[in-house]
């Protein structure tokens, strides 16, 4: 690994490449404090520098494993001592932010919170929000489609990326930083990259769409006699809101009683109901929108799809509100703990949520199975914990109780986290054979060689 690591610091400034102790200073990711193994660990500053570390590796055949914010959760930026880690930690400048077209240029390495501050500073909202917000980096956000809260409004990162900029396999510099919402010159290439973890290229930099950043948002708790009712109260805050509503969190009494413990969050209202919904609208005229939205909620406590209610009457009541859907760090220290990301649809939710949870139950009597999530787009976060048991496939067995009840009804086995590592093998639970062979076919056309994070996503031929 000499080689390689004098290879790359021929190209590159020596700082701007770590040798494999210097990298084992860093951990793993976010949610791994293990020591990150590799060959090296390099930091290009832009595309042109990125281009050169990608060729030099595509003639040696050497594997590139890129890291973003590294708060991703199903191993996609998993490396072994053999791999060439490629970190956009230097691509921090916010280069054009654009008051008129409504867009910004951010380098891949930009926070998504540095970027919302930017956007708000000039009366603007960047759509994607997700709460590692802090660490999570734009270019991650672009390679893992990342979802967040504000999906049953703004849409994924997907539908907010006007353009982007990356490197292929082979040191080719792909620039696409188109910052028009209607573009239909041909394919779009943008869309190659989006949700490609790593797999198809490395993110440079990204332009996002903006939005004129709301005058006000109103946020409620409120907790629901049964599941049934909770269709129909989506639809009826939808019909009263209009496209104002920017937030519908579903969490099951189980886990908000998990995450309230004395200690942790305070409990706003009771902890005995069965399920609680998170609320959140955002308008242009703080005074007529918190109004109407007080009057969808009287409405819908009228007709009992609401049994109690917590409206927030400043920014702090509403970061505590937040707090219980979003800081659930108490949940993992019950160890081991399993956390699941899939979507499926709203009216099959409560069914399967039963059925894991029996099923886990069958499996080890003492398992815990705690549910919430982004119910307004169909997106569901389960955290398993098996009790007591041991074994060495503790984790394989909660993938077979979670997954497979997914397969009859059309669910997806990722919603918003990816595949990576951890999920590759359950792949062809939500997808096809073709569809999974067209994926290799792209796959083989820009990394031939197979050096861009390999073995993460496509489960092997």
Known sequence: MTDILEALRDLLDDDAVLAPDQAAQRASSYWDPAPLRAAALVRPRDARETGLVLALCHDRGQPVVTHGGLTGV?????????????????????????????TVTAGAGVTLQRLQEAAAARGLLVPIDLGARGSCTIGGNVATNAGGINVIRHGMTRDNVLGLEAVLADGTVVTSLNRMVKNNAGYDVRQLFVGSEGTLGVVTRVVVRLVEAPAGRTTALASVPSFDVVPSLLRALERALGGQLTAFEVMWGDYVRAVTEP???????GRDHPFYVLVEAEGGDPATDRAAFLAALERVMAGE???????????????ALWAIREQFEALFERRPIFLYDVSLPLGSMAAYVDEVQARLRRRWPDSRCDAMGHVGDGNLHLFVH??????????AEADDDVYEPL????????????????KRDRLPISRSPAEIELMRTVKRALDPRNILNPGKVLPPA
């Open 74 to 102: 199903v191993d996609g930026v998993r490396s072994g001592p053999g791999d060439v880690v490629l970190s956009t930690e230097r691509m921090t400048a916010i280069e054009a932010l654009d008051d008129v077209g409504r």
């Open 263 to 269: 200690g942790l969050h305070r409990a706003p209202m």
């Open 305 to 319: 799809l609401v049994t109690d209610a917590v409206v927030a009457h400043s920014e702090t009541e509403r970061r």
């Open 386 to 395: 098996p009790g007591t048991a041991t074994g060495d496939d503790l984790h």
């Open 407 to 422: 397969r009859p009804i059309g669910g997806s086995i990722s919603a918003e986290h990816g595949i990576g590592l951890e």
